[in-house]
């Protein structure tokens, strides 16, 4: 008895050992994330459950019950996704349960915004028959690690769950039977997880795998969801884990099989996989050599990190191979071998295994300071130069690229050319004004944040070394502030804020460029219905318009004598001959077309007799007048020439003022000689021969200007998080073929209403200038004006504001239900509460703030309005992480009536965010401009699920946690009696 005890106690503890080493075979079915109880009602036919998920998920809404009813998947708009039906039938309850949504799958790992996240069920009866349903999400969930085999036998109305196990990062390989899948694999921290899928050679008899798998870089520890859809009804399942060998920089590798090894003829799968730690502000050049048996690019491969993905690209065969990494911190290196052998013959088979050489070389960047030049060398053995620049502010960085000698290298990226290194990510900047790119020669400026940039240099293949001019300049944005001003008052001169671009010098361009400048401003979630002018100021751009001359001929005519006296030079100059007729005139030329005279009087006229004229066509003289925008400062009561003053004119106005070229004088036309010069003629002649002769000290022209450029100016937002900011456009324009000359008083351009009205999470804005294509005209010897370069800074006049012309208030809403859906409202029984009266003659827009009931955010709402006395132009409502305006008249879940002056609404949606913006652009119908809008909103207190992953359970671990607790339980018992009989030895 008590050797059968001992036997017996033994053998139990080795089973219990058994069982507890064994590997868990997942063989569990459904598993139910939550669920939830509606009840429909004569009164209420309709009911609907929220399907809010806080971390990733796959799964199948399950509907069970007795009654009939119709069933949808709705967005939070109630765009139905999925849909079924149970007819009114005695054997209604056969039919369930019923599954929709069998493809729908929840993310919610990477801060993504809860309107995009949130689902709705709705119940609704089709028969007078009414009663309970149950809604459940669930799965068929499964757990998977290394060296695990499961076996999952697929319910075509439940989608499956596979969490594989990682304990370890490397690569992670899936076996499974001779089925098709289509996967989706999330990883822990819910990123998108790509992976490779492959198959081994068929069996040598009929014609099926050795084996299909799928693979996968893992950078994280924990849980990978994984679920696929196939045609089979049963998915075998393997978990294999490679580790991975470490590759550092400059060490080749040789790997693979040897030639004349015995697994030339025994031929095994093998799969091949690296890692090597990788520094973002670096490149790489590796060489990739096969001796035999090229995989092939399908199955070569780099695994690498990004913000949001796991992804991969290809691995490529060669020298001097570039990878320009992408984020992260490592990468896996993965050369696969699903074609390890191919059927020579009948029973031979020949081996496909490969031999190859693998080299990394790590490229170390380094530093350009801002404001140098520095000559780019890469050689062929080189093969890639990188540098980076750190900013410590926001503002413009400006590159220029410039070719030099026989042949320059490639840029590595794109436009704007450079990356911006952030944490284990890389982000490309967005707000940026590409000035030129011609023949290898690229100038762009960037508007940066606060960060580190880098960016590199290729070889092209070039027999020799590749030179390439690298400068950099750096301008700090200005800070400036939004004012609040009436859009029925003119902007004035002190709310604008001058900004300076600053011209842009040797640049390989013909045309000129300025340096880019940007202006940062502070905003909130009311910054909305801002408006921005951007003023081009002749005046405060001297240094290009405020030009003197000195006149090149001055000369007077008599008309008595039909004789030219040369004047030019001299300290006094007088107007007419003493005792001269009608007809004496004064002519003043210039090489340069010229916008004005200052005339400095010596002696003034004593009577109006004199009038200014031009020369056109090169043989009449033309007076000026009010259309040429002809201003005379020396014109008092009784005529010109009676005080100092300037004469100004619009040289663009005048008809074929050119310029005239002689060498001798023309009397008929009373022209002078210009002695074989191209000059610009004015003159003031004498209509009375009894004025007295008027003397000038001096002349003083203005040179005629006129400058032509592009302007582009972006606005946008800081859309990085605290600490790390990252500029994106908003609104961006561009104006080509601006045209400014000294006689125009000033040039704008802008847009007065972007109607940004969901400004709800920035912090920062700001306002982006550039100017390019920037030439002026040369009239000095051409009468259209010859293009050149422009290369001056330029100053330009900013505002930003935004229109006071806007109200707001805020609606609470209560817990009471509304009483029937919007398709039955009966707009006179609705309970409105909350009234908002304005008089819309004075407001543009108005506001109110829709915010929910305690505990009420994602219940289905319903949304009422009534508008009095007023024409609807548009009414929106904002979510507050949305970019994007929902029109009430496309909602496609609304009831609309529009009958004169009353203008009804009801629309139907999930709350899933923590308040609505409504916005109405109304104009008044009444004299008195007063426009009522009559509001309700309400919950209808359906019943809501919110996942969290803290209630998720397994099925089988209460299956495993039974046999478990029984099998510790078990052995605790036997080890227990074991010890008890051994004291009686």
């Known amino acids: 008895m008590k050797l059968k005890t001992k036997h017996f106690t033994r053998l139990m503890l080795v089973t219990v050992l058994i069982f507890l080493c064994m590997p868990i075979m997942a063989s569990a079915k459904e598993h139910s994330y939550d669920s939830a109880s509606v009840t429909t009602s004569n009164s209420n036919p309709y009911s609907k459950v929220a399907i809010t998920p806080q971390s990733s998920m796959f799964a199948t809404v399950q509907l069970s019950g007795n009654k009939p009813g119709t069933f949808a998947l709705q967005t939070w708009q109630g765009a ?326 026989p042949s320059s290298p490639n840029l590595i990226h794109g436009v704007p050319y450079i990356q911006e290194i952030v944490d284990d990510q890389i982000l490309t900047p967005q707000v940026y004004d590409p000035i030129y790119a011609t023949g290898g020669n690229y100038s762009i400026n960037i508007l940066l944040s606060k960060g580190t940039y880098k960016f590199g240099f290729s070889h092209t293949g070039y027999l020799g070394n590749e030179y390439l001019r690298l400068t950099t300049a750096f301008t700090e944005a200005d800070e400036t502030s939004v004012i609040v001003r009436d859009p029925a008052v003119p902007l004035t001169s002190g709310q604008f804020q001058d900004i300076r671009l600053t011209g842009w010098s040797n640049m390989p361009d013909p045309d000129g460029a300025t340096h880019g400048n940007a202006f940062t401003l502070n905003v909130d979630e009311n910054f909305r219905d801002y408006g921005y002018n951007i003023t081009f100021d002749p005046a405060k751009n001297g240094q290009i318009f405020n030009v003197d001359l000195v006149p090149n001929l001055e000369v007077l005519f008599d008309d008595t004598t039909n004789v030219f006296v040369d004047h030019t030079g001299n300290a006094s100059l007088p107007i007419k001959t003493t005792g001269g007729t009608v007809g004496d005139a004064f002519i003043i030329g210039s090489y340069d077309k010229f916008s004005s005279v200052q005339v400095s009087l010596g002696t003034a006229s004593d009577t109006d007799a004199f009038v200014w004229q031009y020369l056109s066509s090169g043989t009449t003289w033309v007076n000026f007048d009010s259309g040429d925008n002809f201003i005379d400062g020396t014109l008092t009561g009784s005529g010109s020439l009676q005080q100092s003053g300037l004469i100004s004119w619009d040289p663009a106005a005048l008809t074929n003022w050119n310029y005239e070229t002689s060498t001798s004088d023309d009397v008929g036309n009373e022209i002078p000689s210009t002695d074989d010069r191209n000059l610009y003629l004015v003159r003031v002649v004498c209509n009375n021969s009894a004025a007295s002769v008027p003397t000038v000290n001096n002349f003083s022209l203005k040179k005629y200007v006129r400058i032509d450029f592009d302007v582009y100016n972006e606005f946008g937002y800081d859309v990085g998080p605290l600490g790390d900011p990252y500029f994106d456009e908003f609104s961006s324009m561009t104006v080509t073929n601006v045209i400014v000359d000294n006689v125009d008083t000033s040039y704008s351009v802008g847009n007065p209403a972007l109607g940004l009205n969901y400004n709800f999470n920035y912090e920062t804005a700001f306002l982006f200038l550039s100017t390019n294509d920037m030439e002026f005209r040369n009239y000095n010897g051409s009468n259209t004006g010859v293009l050149e370069e422009l290369t001056a800074d330029i100053v330009f006049s900013v505002s930003i504001y935004r229109n006071n012309d806007w109200i707001q208030q805020e609606y609470r809403l209560g817990k009471d239900a509304p009483t029937t859906h919007s398709a039955d409202v009966n707009y006179t029984t609705v309970p409105y509460g909350h009234t908002l009266v304005y008089n819309a003659s004075d407001v543009n827009l108005a506001y109110v703030k829709l915010i929910p009931a305690r505990n009420h955010q994602f219940d289905w709402t319903q949304i009422t309005m009534q508008v009095t006395n007023g024409t609807v132009n548009n009414v929106f409502y904002y979510l507050p992480w949305s970019l994007e305006n929902y029109a009430i008249r496309s909602d496609s879940l609304y009831d609309y009536t529009y009958t004169g002056s009353l203008e009804q609404h009801s629309l139907e949606l999930g709350f899933v965010t923590e308040y609505i913006l409504m916005e109405f652009d109304i104009n008044p119908t009444e004299l008195d401009g007063i426009v009522t809008v009559e509001l309700y909103a309400g919950h209808f207190g359906y019943e809501m699920i919110t996942f969290k992953v803290s209630g998720f359970v397994w099925t089988w671990y209460y299956t495993v946690g039974a046999v478990g607790l029984a099998a510790i339980v078990g052995g605790v018992v036997a080890f227990f009696l074991l010890r008890k009989k051994k004291r009686g030895y």
Request: hydrophobic letters at 35%; aromatic letters at 14%.
């Open 80 to 405: 139905n996704l999925d849909t079924a039906n149970v007819p009114d039938v005695l054997e209604a309850d056969l039919y369930y349960p019923i599954n929709i949504g069998t493809d729908i799958s929840y993310y919610n790992g990477l801060g993504l915004s809860p309107e995009w996240n949130t689902y709705y069920v709705n119940v609704a009866n089709n028969s007078a028959k009414f009663g309970e349903y149950d809604v459940d999400l669930i799965t068929d969930r499964y757990k998977i690690g290394n060296g695990d085999s499961i076996e999952i036998q697929l319910d075509s109305g439940v989608i499956p769950e596979v969490d594989i196990i990682v304990e370890r990062q490397g690569i992670y390989q899936i076996w499974h039977n001779d089925v098709g899948l289509t996967l989706t694999i999330i990883s822990p921290s819910g990123k998108s997880v790509s992976a490779r899928q492959a198959q081994l050679p068929d069996h040598q008899f009929g014609g099926t795998t050795l084996g299909r798998y799928f693979y996968f870089a893992a950078f994280e520890i924990g849980k990978y969801k994984t679920t696929f859809t196939t045609g089979a009804s049963t998915v075998n399942l393997r978990c294999e884990y490679f580790k991975a060998k470490t590759i550092r920089s400059g060490a080749s590798i040789s790997d693979g099989i040897e030639p004349g090894s015995s697994e030339i003829l025994n031929p095994e799968y093998q799969k091949f996989v690296y890692e090597m730690n990788i520094d973002l502000l670096n490149y790489y050049v590796y060489s990739l050599n096969f001796d035999f048996n090229d995989p092939g690019v399908n199955d070569r491969r780099i695994f690498y990190e990004t913000a949001s993905a796991s992804s991969t690209t290809a691995l490529n065969t060669g020298d001097n191979q570039l990878y320009s990494p992408l984020g992260g911190s490592k990468i896996y290196i993965v050369i696969d071998t699903p074609d390890y052998f191919t059927w020579a013959s009948p029973g031979v088979a020949e081996s496909g295994v490969p031999k190859f050489t693998l080299e990394f070389n790590e490229i170390k960047s380094d530093r350009v300071d801002f404001g140098e030049t520095e000559m780019i060398v890469v050689s062929q053995q080189d093969y890639v130069v990188s540098r980076f620049i750190k900013t410590r502010k926001p503002g413009i960085v400006s590159l220029q690229f410039e070719s030099v000698g």
